[in-house]
């Protein structure tokens, strides 16, 4: 993550009169940024002596300064073409899809494809997806690619399964359903073949700009060959390059180490599937679904434990960071007893200083949290999945039963354990919300899971770039890169899950720096200013 610096960011920059949140001094008010880098950070007496040397002084009228937002599992032109086109995740029942579908087709009669996103037959009275025949209807027999919340199945048209020579005979295609599988990938590969050049940099600019204006800093982008395409990957990582915006680290999710490498990835790692989603029914499980047709029902296994010793030796080896998707409890079995394996062979100080991941890791137990702390493996998590389909009667429930579903991401567990968190979003899965995402974590459905709004904060921050290895960024003291965010922000406080330990905490002699209150209800705080490594990427007009 080589980083060069423009003209304007030479230039030395001096903020004062908000808040600082800052580990270095929980009472700064100021700030002073040089060459990309944050060089001070002090009192609002203390930086009276720089005002005169530096290039330019920014009164933040009370703001509040963080450290800009990760989010480290995003799958960036799926996320632009869900802003910029068909959306389905508000539609509240079937019909209402399919108003949207029938308008968005009539609006765009020049596309080669549709492409849409979001439909969740779970939360519609009707409890079916959209049928081929109707989606024929609906679109005048073009070519629509339209995949379920999760993004691990899909519904298409005739039109686009006829581009896709075979595709009934892969495994994952059932007709009438949706595709699963390889079905799914390969019309998906399909899908966004036929998009052109300039409507995926169009989807990459729309999502990266959305990102900015959020105070989000990072992405990083969870592509592969099941999932996107090296047209794609690469496209994004030069826009990224030579655009301002967050910047991107590409994660390339194949067992080809070397692909991985020519692409520009830094590991060979993100989506590479050991499962699929508890929402299709593909999440791998050790015991069997509870609302399955197939009463034995225990999802898709992609991986074994063999395969991903495999990789992480030879990832390990290459020096790339290995990682898998995995989110059903025996997807998580395989891919622990896949990277002790390689422990065993290479030795377990260097799997620990490689800093494999796992993504979602959603159904965890006691002995997998364990060895996750053992292997050093960062969980990859995305909090939204439990605000989205968590609680006694949500999505999780109706799948595992309410028991099961109660143990589903343990985050306080894995913070116990001293497991490394880092926090995402899956976007489009979930929304780009880093706000949101935090107050999720902090704020779980299942009570015994929360954390504090500080340690979902730094797995949201600082999280995010000791995924990638990176120790020295991720929060605002002097040396670190000047990754930052400006908020219109409320009262800040110390905010744990419990009341007792809020109440005292707030008490500015705790010495603990404080963040908005992020209780449900409350307003998230809305980001002025976006700045990725000294050079402002986002400024809210009329602000």
Not at 165 to 194: I, K, N, Q
Not at 450 to 463: D, E, K, M, Q, W
Request: glycine content about 10%; hydrophobic content about 45%; proline content about 6%.
């Amino acid at each position: 993550m080589s980083e060069t610096l423009s003209d304007s960011e030479h230039r030395t920059i001096l903020l004062r009169g908000g808040e600082v949140h800052s580990p270095a001094d929980p009472f700064a008010t100021a700030m002073v940024v040089e060459r990309g880098h944050v060089a001070w950070v002090g009192s609002e007496g203390a930086a009276d002596a720089f005002a005169s040397g530096v290039d330019e002084v920014i009164d933040l009228e009370g703001a509040l300064v963080t450290p800009a937002f990760v989010d480290a599992h995003v799958h960036t032109t799926a996320t632009g073409l869900a802003l910029t086109g068909l959306d389905l995740s508000a539609a509240r029942s079937l019909a209402e899809a399919a108003e949207l579908i029938s308008s968005y087709a009539a609006a765009r009669p020049a596309d080669r494809i549709l492409i849409g996103h979001g439909w969740d037959a779970a939360r519609w009275p009707e409890r079916r997806a959209p049928r081929r025949d109707e989606l024929d209807e609906l679109t005048g027999g073009r070519p629509l690619y339209l995949t379920r919340i999760d993004v691990h199945s899909a519904v298409v048209t005739t039109a686009l399964l006829d581009l896709v020579p075979g595709v009934r005979d892969r495994t994952g295609f059932r007709d009438g359903e949706p595709l699963t599988g390889d079905a799914h990938h390969a019309v998906r590969a399909a899908a966004y073949a036929a998009l052109s050049p300039a409507q995926r940099t169009e989807a990459q600019r729309a999502a990266r700009a959305h990102a900015a204006s959020l105070g989000i800093g990072t992405l990083h982008e969870c592509g592969g060959p099941e999932i996107s395409s090296e047209d794609d990957f690469t496209g994004l990582l030069d826009l990224a390059r030579t655009e301002p915006g967050p910047r991107v680290v590409g994660y390339w999710a194949d067992l080809d180490i070397e692909r991985a490498r020519a692409l520009g990835a830094v590991g060979a790692a993100g989506d590479l599937f050991a499962d699929g989603s508890l929402g299709s029914h593909t999440a791998c499980l050790h015991e069997a679904y509870a609302d399955h047709a197939d009463g034995a029902h225990r999802g898709v296994a992609h991986l074994d434990a063999a395969t991903v010793a495999a990789h992480v030796v030879a990832a390990t080896e290459a020096g790339l960071q290995a990682g898998f998707h995995a989110i059903g409890d025996a997807a998580v079995t395989s891919v622990v007893d896949g990277v002790r394996a390689a422990a065993e062979k290479l030795g377990l100080a260097r799997i620990r200083a490689a800093r494999h991941r796992v993504e979602h890791a959603e159904m965890l137990t006691p002995e997998t949290i364990a060895a996750f702390a053992e292997l050093g493996l960062t969980a990859s998590v995305q909090p939204a999945f439990d605000a989205a389909w968590g609680g006694e009667d949500g999505m999780y429930a109706e799948r595992l039963g309410a028991e099961r579903a109660r143990t589903l991401n343990p985050y306080a567990a894995l913070l116990r354990a001293g497991v490394p968190l880092a926090f995402g979003s899956d976007s489009p899965v979930t929304p780009l919300d880093p706000w949101g995402t935090v107050r999720a974590a902090a704020f779980h459905r299942t009570p015994e899971h929360r954390i504090s709004v500080r340690a979902a904060f730094t797995a949201h921050t600082r999280g995010g770039w000791r995924a990638v290895g990176r120790d020295d960024a991720g929060t605002l003291v002097p040396g670190a890169p000047a990754d930052y965010a400006i908020w219109r922000a409320d009262e800040l406080v110390v905010q744990a899950p419990d009341d007792r330990v809020a109440r005292w905490s707030t008490d500015p002699r705790s010495g603990t720096p404080g963040l908005p209150d992020l209780t449900p209800g409350r307003e998230l705080p809305v980001c002025l200013r976006t700045v990725v490594f000294g050079q402002t990427v986002f400024d809210r007009p009329n602000e």
